[in-house]
T-cell receptor, first 116, second 112 residues
Framework: NAGVTQTPKFQVLKTGQSMTLQCAQDMNHNSMYWYRQDPGMGLRLIYY???????DKGEVPNGYNVSRLNKREFSLRLESAAPSQTSVYFC???????????????FGNGTRLTVT | GNSVTQMEGPVTLSEEAFLTINCTYT??????LFWYVQYPGEGLQLLLKATKADDKGSNKGFEATYRKETTSFHLEKGSVQVSDSAVYFC???????????FGTGTSLTVIP
């Protein structure tokens, strides 16, 4: 069971370059998320998709765009990379958007991005 | 608003020592509470959860009790192992929208 798969695992970009981070889940989950992880700041939500066909901004959306391509796939795009976007990016999914027991998040292994 | 505060790290313990990692939260309504663990080079994995007051979550020898009166969800383990070395994150989930709020993480190193 692959779970949540992210590609690439590592990437180095120059300032101003663009790239797309890919994420796919095989658990038939409805909701998907993109987080960034920075030292001393924990995880911060960039964008989320409560269900197929919808996307919404999280805590730190500036400089990013997302696409929920289908139920399985949720991509994150950096149009013009900046050094402040150097981070580790995690994709996650959960079964439900709203539920009494708040279905937990399942994470991918992350993409380590460096912008020079 | 919703937020999670957990104790600063790093924490270094000898094998078989007792572990406590403190976590307190601020939330509207009745959130669910979680502990996630991140091993080096990997994503976060759910360790345990509790969905209502006085619930105790447990897994792999770790425990945490949802204390509404003190707004806390402290993680404990009676005897840590080297394999428990990881970063531990406390998190809460807002039941109105399933948004998660994470603490900053506590790094644990267990030495033989």
């Amino acid at each position: 069971n692959a779970g949540v798969t992210q590609t690439p695992k590592f990437q180095v970009l120059k300032t101003g370059q663009s790239m797309t981070l890919q994420c796919a889940q095989d658990m038939n989950h409805n909701s998907m998320y993109w987080y960034r992880q920075d030292p001393g700041m924990g995880l911060r939500l960039i964008y989320y998709s409560a269900s197929e066909g919808t996307t919404d901004k999280g805590e730190v959306p500036n400089g990013y765009n997302v696409s929920r391509l289908n139920k399985r796939e949720f991509s994150l795009r950096l149009e013009s990379a900046a050094p402040s976007q150097t981070s580790v990016y995690f994709c996650a999914s959960s079964e439900f958007w709203r539920s009494a027991e708040n279905s937990p998040l399942h994470f991918g292994n992350g993409t380590r991005l460096t912008v020079t | 608003g919703n937020s999670v505060t957990q104790m600063e790290g790093p924490v270094t313990l000898s094998e078989e020592a007792f572990l406590t990692i403190n976590c307190t939260y601020t939330a509207t309504g009745y959130p669910s509470l979680f502990w996630y663990v991140q091993y080096p080079g990997e994503g976060l994995q759910l360790l345990l959860k509790a969905t209502k007051a006085d619930d105790k979550g447990s897994n792999k020898g770790f425990e945490a009790t949802y204390r509404k009166e003190t707004t806390s969800f402290h993680l404990e383990k009676g005897s840590v192992q080297v394999s428990d070395s990881a970063v531990y994150f406390c998190a809460l989930s807002d039941p109105t929208g399933n948004q998660f709020y994470f603490g900053t993480g506590t790094s644990l190193t267990v030495i033989p």
